[in-house]
């Protein structure tokens, strides 16, 4: 795998709008790739005229949207036993689906929404989607305006930080953690709105489950 982040970084001006769709593809499912350096050596090149940065930001969101679909239709297919009994062997141990299964249980399509923007949880959340059938279109389209989200971010920030330090292009541990040092903001607002939208949620359950008055 890390050969091939480093062809990635040594070759991204060729690989282009495939090679983002590719990588943030398998990005998706349970190989660690971490969008952090997919995502921010393209938008470079497209700031410098290569590439549309759009069209970077579209072909990272689709890609998404292909690897969190595969893990749903291969959990919809071989069924949660399967997963429990084997997922050790392709990086997916009970306690991770255990985690996604709580979150999506939790908080329904809004957690798929929100969990393309946090770690971990941005790989496994097709899992349990697909164990629990949650209608296809829908979660395709939750998974692709997630992505699409964070996609744009990354690429702006990445675009951005690149811009200023070029030597960041020939080391992709050291861009993975400037980035995750510059979008500490960015996953903390999530988090916040994340947190208002649950703290709406529980308001509303207990306003609906409250005792309700009878005529006298």
């Known amino acids: 795998m890390h050969a091939l982040i480093k062809l990635w970084f040594e070759r991204v001006a060729d690989w282009g709008y495939l090679g983002v769709f590719a990588l943030m593809a398998l990005e998706s499912t349970i190989v660690p790739i971490p969008s952090e350096v997919i995502i921010p050596p393209a938008a470079y090149w497209a700031a410098q005229g290569k590439f549309s940065f759009w069209g970077i930001v579209l072909m990272g969101a689709l890609g998404s949207t292909l690897g969190s679909s595969l893990c749903y239709a291969f959990t919809a297919t071989v069924g949660r036993a399967f997963v429990l009994k084997y997922g050790r062997y392709f990086l997916l141990p009970p306690d991770k689906l255990e985690l996604a299964e709580r979150w999506l249980g939790d908080y329904a399509l809004i957690g798929v929404f929100f969990a393309r923007l946090l770690p971990v ?61 510059d979008m500490i903001w960015f996953v903390g607002l999530a988090v916040l709105i994340g947190g208002g939208f649950l703290v709406v949620k529980a308001y509303a359950s207990r306003m609906k489950s409250g005792p309700t008055v009878t005529p006298t």
């Open 121 to 181: 949880l941005r790989h496994l959340i097709g899992f349990p989607a697909g164990l629990v059938r949650v209608p296809f279109a829908q979660f395709a389209g939750t998974t692709f305006a997630g992505s699409f989200l964070w996609t744009t971010v990354l690429a702006w920030v990445g675009a951005e930080t690149i811009g200023k330090r070029p030597d960041l292009l020939q080391d992709p541990a050291a861009l993975a953690q400037v980035l995750k040092h």
